[in-house]
């Protein structure tokens, strides 16, 4: 299961047991996958550590073709996801997605502009909630929409939130245009001085997070609402993390913001009841 300290934890525990199974074995692969450039030989920072990483992404691409043609996996997450595959008729173009996007991680760490991050955020992200959704089950097509554009509201929060830490460990994935824009050097980022300038920058980002959570939920067919009740409790974490980011002045450059479980759980219950009642908007 789940650890109770991931904001998954608390929108998994709504489901049934068997779609609850089904999507830790989904979140588990694709954890799996995302640990290969972040585990292989310690890092990607030498040629041994890119190729290892590189070994690392062509074997979960292997263990993804065996699941689908009915062989026998090698690894737990493999062989966890393999009995889901039919019974919820998973989109392999999904994982093939995510895996691309891992994969991306292997050949940069800059974005210029945010239509490059944004295509990184669908194959991180959305690619993963494409794949949820069909667990969850929906009548309107309209879901899909909504997949995508929770998954990149939720993937800049997580940009956001773990700002500097991805810069000690060399990345940094707001876009070179907006720090451009703002006046904003790394080496301002780097000092973790909260300026001007760089509350402007935040700010800016917060502002285009807060949008894709509203056109998530302006997109949400209502008649879904409830099927998709997992998904709103991540996003409404996930939001509530946002506002808790802002109400902080962006102290996002040493330790890492969070969330305490009793803040998640209810959270995740005053979702749960207003979507069960017809009334959870954001």
Same mark, same amino acid.
């Given at each position: ?20 199974? /089904?999507?830790? !074995?989904? $979140?588990?692969?694709?954890? *799996? =996958?995302?640990? +290969?450039?972040?585990? &292989? ?13 590189? /070994?690392?992404? !062509?074997? $979960?691409?292997?263990?993804? *073709? =065996?699941?689908? +043609?009915?062989?026998? &996996? ?209």
């Amino acid at each position: 299961m789940a650890d109770r300290d991931t904001n998954f934890y608390y929108s998994f525990v709504v489901l049934p047991a068997d779609k609850r199974a /089904a999507i830790l !074995a989904v $979140w588990d692969f694709c954890r *799996a =996958v995302d640990d +290969a450039v972040d585990e &292989a030989s310690g890092g990607t920072s030498t040629p041994e550590g890119h190729a290892a990483a590189e /070994a690392e992404i !062509a074997k $979960w691409r292997r263990e993804l *073709a =065996v699941c689908y +043609a009915g062989r026998t &996996a090698e690894t737990r997450q493999a062989k966890a996801l393999a009995p889901w595959v039919a019974k919820f008729n998973l989109p392999r173009q999904s994982f093939e997605d995510v895996i691309d996007g891992v994969e991306m991680d292997l050949s940069r760490c800059r974005w210029a502009t945010f239509d490059e991050l944004y295509e990184y955020c669908l194959r991180v992200a959305s690619a993963v909630g494409l794949v949820c959704i069909e667990i969850f089950g929906y009548r309107n097509a309209g879901c899909r929409q909504y997949a995508i554009e929770l998954g990149v509201a939720l993937q800049l929060t997580n940009i956001l939130r773990d700002l500097g830490k991805d810069q000690r460990a060399g990345r940094l994935y707001l876009p070179q245009e907006d720090l451009a824009r703002f006046d904003v050097s790394e080496n301002d980022l780097r000092m973790g001085k909260m300026t001007n300038c760089v509350r402007a920058l935040l700010d800016r980002q917060a502002h285009r997070v807060h949008e894709y959570y509203a056109r998530a939920d302006k997109v949400l067919p209502r008649e879904d609402a409830r099927n998709m009740v997992a998904a709103r409790i991540m996003g409404a974490i996930y939001l509530d993390l946002l506002r808790k980011i802002e109400r902080s002045d962006y102290a996002v450059f040493g330790e890492v913001v969070r969330l305490s479980r009793p803040r998640k759980a209810f959270v995740a219950a005053r979702t749960w009841v207003g979507t069960m009642l017809g009334t959870g908007r954001r």
